[in-house]
T-cell receptor
Framework: KAGVTQTPRYLIKTRGQQVTLSCSPI?????VSWYQQTPGQGLQFLFE???????NKGNFPGRFSGRQFSNSRSEMNVSTLELGDSALYLC???????????????FGPGTRLTVL | GENVEQHPSTLSVQEGDSAVIKCTYS??????FPWYKQELGKGPQLIID?????GEKKDQRIAVTLNKTAKHFSLHITETQPEDSAVYFC???????????FGKGTKLSVKP
């Protein structure tokens, strides 16, 4: 099976712009979670989608949003970019739909976002 | 909310030695404990996980032990090899926050 894929792999934007990142889960996986990884804060949970519904959300401002499509592919959007949004954005998929962070998650390679 | 502490932040060992990384957590409801390895330029890769109904799990040179009473779990890597050099993350799931919470990571360097 192909792993989790994320596009694009690298992105450079300027402050105030918006960005959309895409994630394709492993075939058959219905849950997609998004994380932000920075050297200072580590891996922080953004949100989780299951069957096109946001099931859980982390402590991030409303500028961060996401959605999931009927084929389980997911996108996340960041509006009005700030310098502090520079990070590696990781997507993870899981197979069984177990809630509460108890399902085995498989990560993609991430999208490296740089905000200038 | 859940607090996950991981130690040490850096670890340097000689090839062939063992490496141990420890994590503690605060939410007694947590019941899922995975470990991930992240190499430069890649996403985290699951290497082993354990659920709270078992105390130890092994997979070749890698083992994880869990002490639910003390709320800590550890990753053990035996016979380390240079390709084990990476950043290792512990994580905790099943707690009240409803998602995986990650430790800050341990940078492991294995010297040939």
């Amino acid at each position: 099976k192909a792993g989790v894929t994320q596009t694009p792999r690298y992105l450079i934007k300027t402050r105030g712009q918006q960005v959309t990142l895409s994630c394709s889960p492993i075939s058959g996986h219905r849950s997609v979670s998004w994380y932000q990884q920075t050297p200072g804060q580590g891996l922080q949970f953004l949100f989780e989608y299951f069957s096109e519904t946001q099931r859980n959300k982390g402590n991030f401002p409303g500028r961060f949003s996401g959605r999931q499509f009927s084929n389980s592919r997911s996108e996340m959007n960041v509006s009005t970019l700030e310098l502090g949004d520079s990070a590696l954005y990781l997507c993870a998929s899981s197979a069984h739909g177990l809630a509460g962070g108890t399902d085995t998650q498989y990560f993609g390679p991430g999208t490296r976002l740089t905000v200038l | 909310g859940e607090n996950v502490e991981q130690h040490p932040s850096t670890l340097s060992v000689q090839e062939g030695d063992s490496a141990v990384i420890k994590c503690t957590y605060s939410d007694s409801a947590s019941n899922y404990f995975p470990w991930y390895k992240q190499e430069l330029g890649k996403g985290p890769q699951l290497i082993i996980d354990i659920r709270s109904n078992v105390g130890e799990k092994k997979d070749q040179r890698i083992a994880v032990t869990l002490n639910k009473t003390a709320k800590h779990f550890s990753l053990h890597i035996t016979e380390t090899q240079p390709e084990d050099s990476a950043v290792y993350f512990c994580a905790v799931g099943g707690g009240s926050q409803g998602n995986l919470i990650f430790g800050k990571g341990t940078k492991l360097s294995v010297k040939p």
